[in-house]
């Protein structure tokens, strides 16, 4: 039966962050390191750096900076984190609560990756799921992603808010991993779904491919440890990138926490 409402019942926390203390938990979180265009054909570098990846009032602030040298030349900075062999997950409730900025070329994202790359082959075939993802100047609409197969294959769904921005208030974005099973919420509400309940029998949602052609069996690649990443990327391929209309004065992905969910024992 296809629920309509985000439901907890039979769920245990098993890791939370809320951003409380003076400065980022290094214990829980990894600050990546990446040059321009590393994925995406995206503009920013991800530094390790207050200016970029900071707490206050009890939220973390993922901020663009946009730098323009004495020679004109310009240059972005920005933060990703993750949770990479810090806190790796198979199945679960994930959720988060945030606001986006608003702007042409910002791509905001809380999002699952694969801590084992190489165990279906590498991406895109080892599988992404992406939770919240809102182009900055379409900060109504957010989309629900999965990455997979060999070719790059993805499937996706979206929900454009009817009342409000998803800059201008906090809202919350959740996923259910199940196994062969995929449910994306927004402030509770179902708004796509993936998988084989309650779908034909035998018809798989996703596929995970090796390079020399072995298909492995579903529900692959979402059958195995994966791992969060909050990031704010400045421009890419997909969602374009600023110009002249872009702010950056408040360029800020901010987080009020993220919660992770598991089933209890026996209930899986």
């Not at 994930?94 to 082959?121: I, T």
């Not at 790059?152 to 808010?161: C, D, M, N, P, W």
């Not at 259910?176 to 708004?191: M, N, T």
Request: overall charge negative.
């Amino acid at each position: 039966m296809k629920k309509n409402r985000l439901d907890y019942d039979g769920y245990a926390l098993v890791f939370e962050d809320h951003f409380d203390a003076d400065e980022l938990n290094r214990s829980d979180w990894n600050v990546e390191l990446h040059d321009p265009g590393w994925v995406n054909e995206e503009w920013q570098r991800y530094v390790d750096s207050e200016q970029v990846i900071c707490l206050k009032d009890s939220s973390l602030l993922i901020r663009a900076v946009k730098s323009v040298d004495a020679d004109g030349t310009v240059s972005y900075r920005s933060g990703r984190i993750s949770t990479e062999h810090r806190h790796d997950f198979t199945y679960g409730l994930f959720e988060a609560r945030l606001r986006v900025p608003k702007g042409k070329g910002f791509l905001p994202a809380f999002w699952l990756m694969a801590a084992d790359e190489k165990r279906h082959g590498g991406w895109p075939s080892c599988g992404e799921i992406d939770i919240m993802e809102i182009m900055g100047d379409r900060t109504r609409t957010n989309h629900g992603t999965i990455h997979y197969g060999l070719p790059h294959e993805q499937s996706q769904g979206k929900i454009t808010l009817t009342d409000g921005d998803f800059s201008e208030a906090y809202h919350d974005f959740a996923l259910e991993w199940e196994p062969g099973l995929l449910r994306w919420y927004v402030d509770g509400i179902l708004f796509y779904q993936l998988g084989n309940s309650g779908g034909s029998p035998g018809e798989d949602a996703w596929f995970s491919v090796l390079e020399d052609g072995t298909r492995l069996p579903y529900p692959a690649p979402f059958d195995h440890d994966m791992y969060l990443i909050l990031n704010l990327a400045v421009g890419g391929s997909w969602v374009g990138y600023p110009d002249e209309t872009t702010d950056f004065a408040d360029a800020v992905l901010a987080v009020d926490y993220v919660r992770v969910y598991q089933k209890r024992a026996g209930l899986r």
